[in-house]
């Protein structure tokens, strides 16, 4: 039984499947993708498991769940920055980070790029959103999902109520991203509003209600 089943089984995907261009994403990357990846990409679409882990999808609604948006580079920019300043102790050369998913606590899920030429080696790195420590798996990211969401293994910086309801999937629909801003009773991706928060400036619970004027310099800021 392979890993992709073994999630399908724990945590249905979407009705419908997707048919994603991996050759066109690959190359506007700049680098192959792991194979599991892809499956899990093109099973599940873009969206949310246990409305906590978003991963990272070529067809993400938002630039800040979007694969080949521009997240990971400035992921990637701002790890740099602390490794070089020492100002929060890296593990891993950043130049071997590609974040592939967050939290709706404002962790990052990395895949760990080593060796660069055979993806399906990569393993999995999260850090901690406010603090120093660093989680790693030795394994795919659907191995790693599998293993999060059935309880095998604890990510420190994850929540224990993480697991209070069975597995599910909330899949992300682009129609939620209309040209007007949204209303306060509209339905919005929250992660991707707690991400542009914390990346300027802005203090913000990692649940619960996101504070009103937080809410409005997001509208402000993304208005089209």
């Not at 261009?21 to 700049?30: F, K, Q, V, Y």
């Not at 580079?73 to 593990?91: N, W």
């Not at 393993?123 to 790693?136: D, L």
Request: glycine share 6%; net charge negative.
């Amino acid at each position: 039984m392979t890993d992709l089943t073994t999630l399908t089984s724990l945590c249905p995907p979407p009705e419908q499947a997707m048919s994603i261009r991996w050759d066109t994403i690959e190359a506007d990357l700049g680098m192959p993708l792991p194979q599991d990846y892809k499956q899990l990409a093109d099973r599940y679409g873009p969206g949310a498991f246990n409305d906590y882990l978003h991963i990272f999808h070529p067809h993400g609604v938002t630039q800040f769940v979007n694969l080949t948006g521009p997240m990971p580079g400035r992921i990637r920019a701002q790890l740099r920055k602390d490794y070089d300043q020492g100002a929060y102790p890296v593990p891993h050369d950043p130049e071997k980070l590609f974040a592939c998913g967050s939290t709706d606590n404002g962790e990052y899920l990395f895949w760990i790029t080593d060796p660069a030429t055979d993806p399906d080696r990569w393993h999995i790195a999260v850090n901690e959103a406010r603090g120093p420590r660093w989680f790693t798996y030795d394994g795919t990211l659907t191995a790693f999902l599998v293993c999060t969401l059935s309880g095998q293994i604890q990510v420190p910086q994850f929540p224990h109520s993480l697991l209070d309801t069975p597995a599910r999937f909330t899949p992300s629909h682009s129609t939620l991203w209309k040209s007007e801003p949204p209303s306060d009773t509209q339905p919005v991706d929250t992660a991707a509003i707690r991400s542009w928060a914390r990346a300027h400036g802005y203090d913000v619970p990692p649940r619960g209600r996101i504070p009103r004027e937080v809410r409005e310099a997001w509208e402000r800021a993304n208005r089209p």
